[in-house]
């Protein structure tokens, strides 16, 4: 059987960073294709690169048939910091090139397909903590916005025409390879680099604001876990909810402090505590567990150790 090609957007990305590096060593570096709107700044850790700005289909599709791309993970996207302030890029950038896809998928030319939801797409009128799969979902964010009419794409592409595209609302991702991009859980991400560097950070989230946050290598093995789950174990097309775990600004803090004692923090809310405000504290992922067996490995304390370790080896 012919092995699968996969093609990455955004792949320079905090996510893409790792995403394909996690499929490269499980499909092999020569079927993984790296692309991205900018070019890599160091040489890429595995795949093929090419420059493609996904809203250029021109483009798009000369690469995927250069390839001859059966599966693609579409992670380009603006955040919701950035979204925020540009709301007609954020849904032309967020909505079209993912109904492009869905469109190649719908006339047989790709096989499967992932999409990135977000926790952005909960809003007011739901309970704050523990929040359900199936809850009035009411986005107060132009990203939340995006992500929620996608969702409901994904799940119209695949009712009405069969297309096999799979799709995770990730909470706030932390991660050490790659900066975070323009969201409003980014502050869990430079936290560590500003305690490791100049043993203080203030912080843009205030101190009591709680929001369901992830390692990024749990964040991974999710996603190939969902992408390799057998179809007739996938009751959600929409997006899978994903919680794991849920802290303020103020017990991440401390959680460094026991590791860096010298760790100060301050608090410096902007416009992202509006956003924060609107998302839930913590999410009730118990489908995906049902589903395709997600699991977790890292806790607070174990990701802040390894946050650490990772971010004060030599580079
Ligand atoms: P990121 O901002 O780190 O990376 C996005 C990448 O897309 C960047 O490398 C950027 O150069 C690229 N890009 C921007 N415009 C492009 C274009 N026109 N064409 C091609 N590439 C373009 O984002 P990320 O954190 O890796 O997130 C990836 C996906 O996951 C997004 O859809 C995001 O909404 C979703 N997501 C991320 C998180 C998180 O915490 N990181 C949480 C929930 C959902
Ligand atoms: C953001 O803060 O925008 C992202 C997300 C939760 O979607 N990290």
């Not at 692309?35 to 021109?58: I, N």
């Not at 032309?92 to 926790?119: H, M, R, T, V």
Request: glycine residues 6%.
């Amino acid at each position: 059987m012919k092995t699968s090609k996969i093609l990455i957007t955004g792949a320079l990305g905090q996510i893409g960073t790792e995403l394909s590096v996690a499929l490269a060593s499980k499909y092999g570096s020569e079927n993984i294709i790296v692309s991205d709107l900018r070019e890599p700044s160091k040489p890429l850790e595995a795949g093929v690169f090419e420059q493609l700005d996904v809203m250029d289909f021109k483009r798009f599709t000369e690469v995927l048939e250069k390839h001859q791309v059966d599966i693609v993970y579409h992670l380009a996207s603006l955040l919701s910091g950035t979204s925020e302030k540009n709301p007609a890029l954020a849904w032309k950038l967020n909505i079209d090139p993912l109904l492009y896809l869905c469109n190649l998928a719908k006339e047989g030319k790709l096989k499967q397909i992932f999409w990135p939801s977000s926790i952005a797409v909960f809003g007011r009128e739901i309970p704050k903590t523990n929040v359900g799969q199936e809850v009035p979902l009411n986005p107060s964010t132009v990203y939340g916005i995006t992500k929620l009419a996608g969702e409901k794409w994904c799940e119209y592409y695949h009712q009405k025409h069969g297309v096999d595209i799979r799709s995770i609302r990730y909470p706030g991702l932390i991660s050490w390879k790659a900066p975070a991009g323009g969201g409003t859980t980014d502050y869990a991400v430079e936290i560590f680099h500003k305690a490791i560097e100049e043993k203080k950070y203030t912080s843009f989230i205030a101190e009591h604001t709680a929001m369901p946050m992830l390692y990024m290598d749990d964040a991974i093995e999710a996603t190939l876990k969902l992408m390799e789950a057998p179809s007739e174990s996938i009751t959600v097309r929409t997006s899978y909810n994903l919680g794991g775990m849920s802290f303020t600004p103020k017990e991440l803090a401390e959680t460094i402090k026991k590791e860096i004692p010298e760790f100060e923090i301050a608090y410096e809310p902007d416009f992202r505590q509006a956003i924060a405000d609107s998302w839930p504290a913590s999410i009730d992922d118990s489908i995906a567990k049902r589903d395709w067996g997600l699991s977790y490995i890292y806790d607070l304390e174990k990701m802040t150790k390894e946050m650490i370790q990772n971010l004060k080896k030599p580079a």
